[in-house]
């Protein structure tokens, strides 16, 4: 099941589990305070109490929230023995979240993406790791959206999980020219890391190395 870890910036996503957390809230400050984090928690807190209305409505509508909530969506859908569902969602929100963090210039924003794809994604990566046909056909289903789907929502969510965000009243990104480069480069090297794993675990990938 479920269960909290108690760190600073993923309290936020964790709320309405089973565990209580002793961790304080966070409270962004500047710019900051712009970004959709009561949105976003509400949203995760909704499917991670398995809200029907709000399972639905996510799925319908995945490129307008930020990827905590699909990663809460994946969780879920996990739960109900979805799994096919469960691993596209979090693949999905793994390769988004990924090039949101590669659009920073706060470096720590990548082990705050790295814990969250830790913590939803214990359950999801033990059932494909054993069902590696699956798996592969789940991640192609990914890599393939992500090459045309527009997303509608505020890449800079992720400032909200790095250093930057306890000290700062700005965040700092790449210029938004470059954030198409960036994306095609994080999805090659996502399709790259799959294909090794594909290799390791003697399953022939299929999978293009380059858009």
């Not at 479920?2 to 002793?22: D, H, P, R, S, Y």
């Not at 969602?89 to 390769?95: D, E, K, N, S, V």
């Not at 590696?132 to 890449?155: C, F, G, S, V, W």
Request: proline letters at 5%.
């Amino acid at each position: 099941m479920w269960q909290k870890t108690g760190v600073l910036l993923l309290v936020i996503m964790l709320a309405g589990c089973a565990q209580e957390t002793t961790a304080p809230a966070l409270q962004p400050q500047g710019e900051y305070r712009l970004l959709p984090l009561e949105t976003t928690q509400r949203q995760v807190n909704a499917l991670l109490q398995g809200e029907q209305e709000t399972l639905q409505s996510v799925q319908l509508h995945p490129d307008d929230v930020t990827p905590p909530v699909l990663f809460a969506l994946a969780y879920q859908l996990g739960q109900q023995q979805h799994y096919h569902d469960a691993m596209f969602w979090f693949y999905t929100a793994q390769l988004r979240a990924r090039s949101d963090a590669n659009k920073a210039l706060d470096s720590s924003v990548q082990a705050g993406v790295s814990r969250l794809s830790e913590q939803f994604g214990r359950e999801i990566s033990a059932y494909a790791l054993s069902h590696p046909a699956e798996m592969e056909a789940a991640m192609i289903q990914a890599l393939r959206r992500d090459k045309t789907a527009q997303r509608h929502y505020n890449p800079r969510w992720v400032a909200l999980h790095g250093s930057d965000v306890l000290s700062r009243q700005e965040y700092a990104f790449m210029p938004m020219a470059y954030w198409p480069q960036i994306d095609r480069q994080t999805r090659r090297e996502y399709a790259r890391g799959f294909a090794r794993l594909m290799v390791s675990l003697r399953q022939g990938s299929g999978l293009p190395l380059t858009d």
